[in-house]
């Protein structure tokens, strides 16, 4: 079975500031991908960004980047500079190329401080 | 370009209605995809549909059923509501996984509501 877990229910962050946040996967799959998606007050499901398994490079969108330990199947999210707008619910994801449902974490609620 | 739209934003129905859900696929994406946002049971797959046909179900009963049509715009139908369906339902679309781009764009949601 396909599993991510997300451990931290939640994290608050000083504006301007780094935050990390934190997933772990299981999968026996050796062809897979992981995504971030944002989920706002307006509930929006929005994408971060996105990792594909057989990349060694971990994937940067701005001020967002991954750190992505294959070995660990681990894929931690690093928000640099966070802004007011960063404020929302977190989901980590994960598919296979072949089966594309998407299984969630339960997601992390972060809150950026003014 | 316009994203992936649904309706209606709300629902309101009563235990052993039946609900239909719509969903509109951003152009150009053939696969559309259905889950459930209940409070405390996070987010969960319940069906996937390419090119008309049903291609992966999630484990719900069969009153969660759906359909897609010649313009890849989907329907999802719960019969018998039970006051449990009560959740945001989201819609996601995406070309085809064979294609490789297999990036999900979730639509705004319906909030389903049994009374």
């Known amino acids: 079975a396909q599993t991510v877990t997300q451990s931290q229910p939640e994290m608050s962050v000083q504006e301007a500031e780094t935050v990390t946040l934190s997933c772990t996967y299981d999968?026996?799959?050796?062809?897979?991908?992981l995504f971030w998606y944002k989920q706002p007050p307006s509930r929006q499901m929005i994408l971060v960004i996105r990792?594909?398994?057989?990349?060694?490079q971990n994937a940067t969108e701005n001020r967002f980047s991954v750190n992505f330990q294959k070995a660990a199947k681990s894929f931690s999210l690093k928000i640099s500079d966070s802004q007011l707008g960063d404020t929302a619910m977190y989901f980590c994801?994960?598919?296979?190329?072949?089966?594309?449902?998407?299984?969630f974490g339960k997601g992390i609620t972060l809150s950026v401080r003014p | 370009e316009a994203g992936v739209t649904q309706s209606p934003t709300h629902l309101i129905k009563t235990r052993g209605q039946q609900a239909t859900l719509r969903c509109s696929p951003i152009?150009?994406?053939?696969?559309v995809y259905w889950y459930q946002q209940a409070l405390g049971l996070g987010l969960q797959f319940l069906l996937w549909?390419?090119?008309?046909?049903?291609?992966n179900r999630g484990n719900f009963p069969p009153r969660f059923s759906g359909r897609q049509f010649p313009n890849y715009s989907s329907e999802l139908n719960v019969n018998a509501l039970e006051l449990e369906d009560s959740a945001l339902y989201l819609c996601?679309?995406?070309?085809?996984?064979?294609?490789?781009?297999?990036?999900?764009?979730f639509g705004a949601g319906t909030r389903l509501s049994v009374l």
């Open positions: 990792q594909e398994a057989y990349k060694q």
């Open positions: 994801a994960f598919n296979t190329g072949a089966n594309s449902k998407l299984t």
């Open positions: 999968t026996s799959e050796s062809n897979y991908y």
């Open positions: 996601a679309s995406s070309f085809p996984p064979v294609t490789g781009k297999n990036i999900q764009y």
């Open positions: 152009s150009g994406h053939t696969s």
């Open positions: 549909y390419d090119e008309g046909e049903e291609r």
